[in-house]
């Protein structure tokens, strides 16, 4: 079974109360899992992690939240490669908005460039589209942890 990093970016609480369904999931399936609204470098190289999970709505024009941002900086600044890591990306927002789910693209980008291997493409999950967020990321969870 998978041990699972689950990387919270929320500003209203959306992204959060995903990410807490998710956690829910990702244990009934026999995986172990830590959710952290305030990831961290030190965090991520505390232990042998089969997979980081992100779970991130943006901010301002495409921002990453206040309580992803350190993490993000950190893994731009000392992060060692990532190239054996599987990630996996659950993006928030609205399609209204001109930087729809701008964060989430950011992160993914990171990871990217870190070598980290995504081996299911990130869910975008739109507000105009949906009043049941959870529901959607449940459905591609799924996946994601068969993958792993």
Known sequence: MANIYLVVGSVTGTAL???EV???V???AGHSVVLDEHASLATLNSQSWDAVLICTSSTGK???PNNLMPFYNELANGASLLAKMKF???ALGNSSYANFCGAANLMEQRFFELQALCPVPKVTIDATETTTPERDAKFWLKEFLAAL
Do not use: R
Request: glycine share 20%; net charge negative.
């Open 17 to 19: 109360g995903v990410a």
């Open 22 to 24: 998710l956690k829910q």
């Open 26 to 28: 990702i244990e009934v």
């Open 62 to 64: 495409g921002e990453i």
């Open 88 to 90: 996996g990306v659950i």
